[in-house]
């Protein structure tokens, strides 16, 4: 103990100064601004050892307003709670060690009275030998006055002392005998201090002050025993059990009282859990609450008990807190066994959640008595929360995955259940969303489940809960990527899909419904679903709303970051969708090439100039692109942007391939037969035709100048065989006409004016007539 106070009057030098220092800081307001040197002066009147905090303070006050003075206590009051954190937060971070420390302080505690009391023994048997020796050592010579001294002893009537001295043990035995343990106490007090009294003044003897010591010592025992043994009995409760502790304290046996205490509670604890029994039909959430009624009503009796006789002394806390974090291990293994795990296992995460709100709900009642045990419960149930979400989120692929197999990939308004649940977040909007019945039953349980798992927020499972939702999403993409016509091949060893069996999408319509599917997933319907998580946070106490907002704000850049990758996993779905419909255009059923150098060099040899008109493998491409454009209006309204960018897409695949086919380039560069004039003036009229039909609809800025530098690459080949390009091929009008010609015939619109474009097109700005840049560079 009396190292436990030198380090309380160690930390309280420090802390006091610093106060102080506040205290000056914010009386004169300016010390910031004046030197190093002065500061340290002025400094010097806190470091003397005669400093008197509260004249201090009482001077400096006398110059200041209401105002400042009101600053001053604010500013101390907010320096006292972040004092208060600091401690906290220290003594949690060291708990193990100031627990261990404690206990160790506690048995020397109990050692040390052990030796005292062993001391004090030996101390009066050594004086009573000593007096014994000096009486012996007497003379033979003084025997006359010694037998006149005993003679007078003999005759001497006994003193008061010396009778209450020798009734003293009758009297102790008849208190012990009718347990009146307060007189007794008060009995041995008062016997201490007669006991000291009579050494000091030398009016027993020797063998009397013995003798009363050893009946003291006798009795404090058998006290101290009856006591113990009556704090065990499972009758004794309440007020009986409080004296019982309390006595024994003041017998100066407190570490054996407070573990009698504490003893006490638990028995009659497991005693009230024996009323508790767990069957295979009862509810987990009504067996989770009747254990945790039982067991912190126990933890919370036991630390108002030990409060109540032992204080805050931080031997008897720690034990306390040990103690309770046992009880709270016991309840949490209780319910993992008997609830969790079956609700884990089925995926049932409503009800874990449930008891994970039951039993922190109970135990959050303990914070109040400065017992926080939630921490414990959260750590043991973990485990079995992460079980229930990775068996919950099994269960959604696994039904979405069940239901694309038979999915007809038609996009329609979610059912009328799901409309009336309130569920959907996009009905709520007045927006319902149209989707295929695979992606509404992928929807409906992400909400479901984004609703179950907001409780365990406070599990610190944010992270994970949106990887594993990602996960299933990821192999939700990959169903819809096989089926994809041509993709159950190429994609067989896609992560997460397996072999699962899923119905192929034939049509075009059906094609672009996967596509309609996981773009309003990604970018509507579950980042709404997503943004539960923070609405449901943020009803929780008004206390923690500065966490709250905190936590609200590191979790942006993260949802952000989710539904960055929820977006990739959605342009994967892109990419294989125009690859798919890229290699359709280019090569046949056969193997064959719908694009390849021959169709243009073998124009030369013919007698017969050439019918013109775009290449029939690019009127393919627009008539496909002209087409899912018209289907894509009406499944991505409001999405517009994103069936503008996969048109783009489209034709960009196709222009890539044409653009690094090196088998191609080879044979137009240094094919056997060289790229004739005819040749040039078919691969010049199909690109200006890409260009026009892909003009501020399928067209970006980097497809466009792809298109120049094939182009470019083109005329250069036909120079190396000495001929100018500009020699034989016609005005440009010539090539819009019969461009624009075969746009009409295929859209079936109205012809636009030559460098007509329509509004928000992404190429506006680029001119179809740039062809004549291009040309005089082919020229040069």
């Not at 024996?274 to 126990?298: C, D, K, N, R, W």
């Not at 470019?712 to 461009?739: C, H, K, Q, Y």
Request: glycine content about 6%.
């Amino acid at each position: 103990m009396a190292s436990a106070k030198s380090s309380r009057s160690r930390a309280s030098g420090p802390l006091g100064q610093a106060t102080t220092t506040g205290l000056y800081q914010t009386a004169n307001g300016a010390a910031g601004q004046e030197s190093g040197v002065q500061l340290a002066d002025k400094l010097k009147i806190f470091k003397t050892n005669n400093f008197d905090p509260d004249a201090y303070v009482q001077s400096k006050c006398q110059t200041m307003n209401e105002k400042e003075i009101r600053h001053l206590c604010s500013y101390l009051q907010d320096l006292k709670k972040a004092s208060a954190e600091e401690m906290r937060r220290s003594v949690y971070a060291n708990y193990a060690a100031f627990i261990r420390t404690s206990k160790e302080i506690s048995d020397l505690e109990g050692e040390l009275l052990s030796i005292r009391n062993l001391l004090s023994t030996q101390a009066a048997l050594i004086h009573g030998l000593a007096e014994g020796v000096h009486i012996d050592s007497l003379s033979a010579g003084s025997e006359g006055s010694a037998e006149d001294d005993v003679s007078n002893v003999e005759d001497r009537e006994a003193t008061d002392i010396e009778k209450w001295s020798a009734e003293f043990p009758d009297m102790l035995d008849v208190l012990l005998a009718e347990r009146r343990v307060d007189e007794a106490l008060d009995a041995l007090d008062e016997a201490e201090s007669i006991a000291s009294e009579a050494k000091q003044n030398q009016t027993l003897s020797t063998a009397q002050l013995l003798s009363l010591k050893t009946a003291i010592s006798d009795h404090r025992q058998k006290l101290a025993d009856q006591l113990a043994e009556a704090a065990c009995q499972s009758s004794t409760r309440g007020v009986e059990l409080r004296a019982a502790a309390s006595a024994l304290k003041r017998l100066g046996d407190g570490p054996r009282a407070h573990s009698l205490l504490l003893n006490a509670h638990n028995q009659r604890l497991q005693y009230n859990l024996q009323t508790i029994h767990p069957t295979s039909t009862s509810y987990g959430g009504a067996y989770t609450a009747a254990l945790s009624q039982q067991v912190f009503s126990a933890i919370a009796q036991a630390v108002s008990d030990s409060l109540e006789v032992f204080g805050d002394e931080p031997a008897y806390a720690s034990e306390l807190v040990r103690w309770s974090t046992k009880q709270a291990e016991a309840f949490a293994r209780l319910v993992k066994r008997h609830a969790l795990a079956s609700s884990a296992a089925a995926g049932g995460l409503r009800a874990a959640a449930e008891c994970v709100q039951i039993a922190i709900g109970h135990c959050s009642l303990l914070e109040a008595r400065g017992l926080s045990l939630s921490s414990v419960l959260l750590k043991l149930f973990r485990p079995s929360v992460e079980q229930a979400l990775d068996a919950n989120l099994k269960r959604i692929e696994e039904s979405t995955a069940a239901l694309a197999a038979a999915d007809d990939w038609l996009l329609m308004y979610p059912p009328a259940s799901g409309r009336t649940s309130g569920r959907s977040s996009a009905t709520t909007m007045g927006i319902q969303p149209k989707l295929s019945s695979s992606a509404h039953r992928f929807n409906s349980m992400v909400q479901d489940f984004f609703e179950d798992v907001g409780p365990l927020l406070t599990m610190q499972l944010g992270g994970s809960t949106m990887d594993g939702l990602l996960k299933v999403f990821n192999s939700y993409i990959n169903l819809l990527i096989n089926a994809l016509p041509g993709s159950m091949e190429d994609e067989a060893n896609l992560e997460g899909s397996g072999n699962k069996i899923v119905r192929i999408a034939e049509t075009e319509a059906q094609q672009l419904a996967l596509l309609a599917n996981a773009s309003l997933l990604a970018e509507e319907l579950l980042p709404r679903a997503a943004m539960k998580l923070s609405s449901i946070y943020q009803a929780g106490g008004v206390d923690d709303s500065r966490r709250r907002t905190s936590d609200r704000h590191s979790r942006v850049p993260e949802q952000r970051e989710w539904k960055r990758k929820l977006q990739r996993s959605v342009d994967r779905l892109r990419d294989s969708f125009c690859r798919q419909h890229a290699l359709d255009l280019i090569f046949t059923e056969d193997g064959d090439t719908h694009l390849s150098a021959e169709m243009y060099i073998s124009l030369d040899g013919n007698v017969e100039e050439p019918e013109w008109a775009p290449s029939p493998i690019f009127q393919e491409l627009y008539a496909k692109l002209n087409r899912m454009a018209s289907i894509a209006a009406d499944m991505f309204v409001g999405r517009e942007r994103f069936s503008t960018l996969l048109m783009m897409r489209l034709t960009e695949t196709v222009v890539l391939w044409l653009s690094e086919d090196q088998s191609f380039w080879e044979d137009i560069e240094e094919g056997p037969r060289p790229l004739g004039p005819l040749g040039l003036q078919q691969f010049y009229l199909d690109m200006q035709f890409v260009i026009l039909f892909g003009q501020g609809r399928f067209l970006s800025r980097h497809v466009h100048q792809v298109v120049i530098d094939i182009i470019e690459r083109a005329m250069a080949a036909f120079s190396a065989t000495g001929m100018n390009p500009d020699s034989v091929l016609p005005s440009d009008d010539w090539f819009v006409d019969i461009a624009q010609e075969t746009i009409t015939r295929i859209s079936g619109k109205a012809r636009m004016a030559n460098g007509d474009r329509e509004p928000n097109s992404p190429t506006a700005s680029v001119s179809a007539q740039s062809m004549s840049s291009v040309r005089s560079l082919g020229s040069t």
